[in-house]
């Protein structure tokens, strides 16, 4: 699978600039995001790429008076486990009681839950408020013998740490094939079963059998066209956790939840980022 590498350079660079900005690019079909001291650099599939469609959703960018400027080049094979060692990745601890690490770290903390993460080009690896906040959810909550379901599973550390939990069985579901074989090599890692992985989108969930909680991390707009198919296959007093989102878009993302029938439980946020849990 070939990946373009894109540099994107934003004026002024900050904080919430650059975490806009990767929602936007998400949003266009990139994925790996990197912080950067004058931006960041984003991966997108070279056959998923769209000029045009990036240069729209630049001029849309929702944030005023910022600039944002990019070049890219193909980008050369790595040892992508070494890249986010060097770049990113370090371990990191949730709540006090679940450590995420991969499998290159030494002297790592101990604590109830040990996740172990290799992943390559694949998002999720506890450091985004977003799934942090979901992994808080999951540690805050009874999970044990009961079905879930993850959306946009991406590396399935969200599954794996409901598994750890008690959950079962678990189905974890991601659009890109790359997340779908590393999620295979997670879950192998951490030696859990009774965790399914499938290619696909929320089309996959025709006709499928209730889940007791659904959690999907993954952006606003998709959360917004796919919630009523989330919505088919839960039961009365089946949990939604979503997030991928800012508190900003809480009453839309509620609004729509509601129409469908959800009942809003609460939101935990942090640096702007949301989780939400409705309840049905």
């Given at each position: 699978?070939?990946?373009?590498?894109?540099?994107?350079?934003?004026?002024?660079?900050?904080?919430?600039?650059?975490?806009?900005?990767?929602?936007?690019?998400?949003?266009?079909?990139?994925?790996?995001?990197?912080?950067?001291?004058?931006?960041?650099?984003?991966?997108?599939?070279?056959?998923?790429?769209?000029?045009?469609?990036?240069?729209?959703?630049?001029?849309?960018?929702?944030?005023?008076?910022?600039?944002?400027?990019?070049a890219y080049q193909?980008?050369?094979?790595?040892?992508?486990?070494?890249?986010?060692?060097?770049n990113f990745f370090?371990?990191?601890?949730?709540?006090?009681?679940?450590?995420?690490?991969?499998?290159?770290?030494?002297?790592?903390?101990?604590?109830?839950?040990?996740?172990?993460?290799?992943?390559?080009?694949?998002?999720?690896?506890?450091?985004?408020?977003?799934?942090?906040?979901?992994?808080?959810?999951?540690?805050?909550?009874?999970?044990?013998?009961?079905?879930?379901?993850?959306?946009?599973?991406?590396?399935?550390?969200?599954?794996?740490?409901?598994?750890?939990?008690?959950?079962?069985p678990c189905t974890?579901?991601?659009?890109?094939?790359?997340?779908?074989?590393?999620?295979?090599?997670?879950?192998?890692?951490?030696?859990?079963?009774?965790?399914?992985?499938?290619?696909?989108?929320?089309?996959?969930?025709?006709?499928?059998?209730?889940?007791?909680?659904?959690?999907?991390?993954?952006?606003?707009?998709?959360?917004?066209?796919?919630?009523?198919?989330?919505?088919?296959?839960?039961?009365?007093?089946?949990?939604?956790?979503?997030?991928?989102?800012?508190?900003?878009?809480?009453?839309?993302?509620?609004?729509?939840?509601?129409?469908?029938?959800?009942?809003?439980?609460?939101?935990?946020?942090?640096?702007?980022?949301?989780?939400?849990?409705?309840?049905?």
């Amino acid at each position: 699978m070939k990946y373009l590498e894109f540099t994107f350079h934003t004026t002024p660079c900050t904080e919430i600039v650059n975490d806009v900005l990767s929602a936007v690019l998400g949003e266009t079909g990139f994925e790996s995001f990197v912080e950067q001291t004058d931006g960041i650099a984003a991966y997108i599939q070279k056959d998923l790429y769209n000029e045009t469609v990036l240069k729209e959703a630049l001029a849309d960018f929702p944030l005023p008076d910022t600039q944002v400027e990019y070049a890219y080049q193909e980008a050369e094979d790595k040892d992508w486990n070494e890249e986010w060692e060097k770049n990113f990745f370090q371990p990191i601890i949730i709540g006090d009681r679940c450590v995420i690490h991969s499998t290159f770290h030494r002297d790592i903390p101990q604590a109830e839950y040990d996740i172990v993460i290799n992943p390559q080009m694949a998002f999720g690896t506890g450091h985004h408020e977003t799934t942090s906040l979901i992994i808080g959810e999951l540690l805050d909550n009874d999970l044990q013998g009961k079905s879930l379901l993850d959306m946009g599973c991406g590396t399935s550390i969200l599954a794996i740490l409901a598994r750890m939990r008690g959950a079962a069985p678990c189905t974890a579901v991601d659009i890109d094939e790359w997340c779908v074989r590393n999620s295979l090599e997670n879950i192998e890692l951490n030696g859990v079963d009774r965790i399914s992985v499938f290619q696909g989108d929320a089309s996959l969930l025709k006709d499928q059998e209730p889940f007791d909680v659904i959690i999907a991390n993954i952006n606003r707009n998709i959360l917004l066209n796919d919630m009523k198919r989330y919505v088919s296959c839960m039961h009365p007093g089946s949990e939604l956790y979503m997030s991928g989102f800012y508190v900003d878009d809480i009453p839309v993302i509620q609004a729509e939840a509601e129409h469908n029938g959800l009942r809003f439980v609460h939101h935990k946020e942090k640096n702007r980022w949301a989780a939400v849990k409705f309840v049905l």
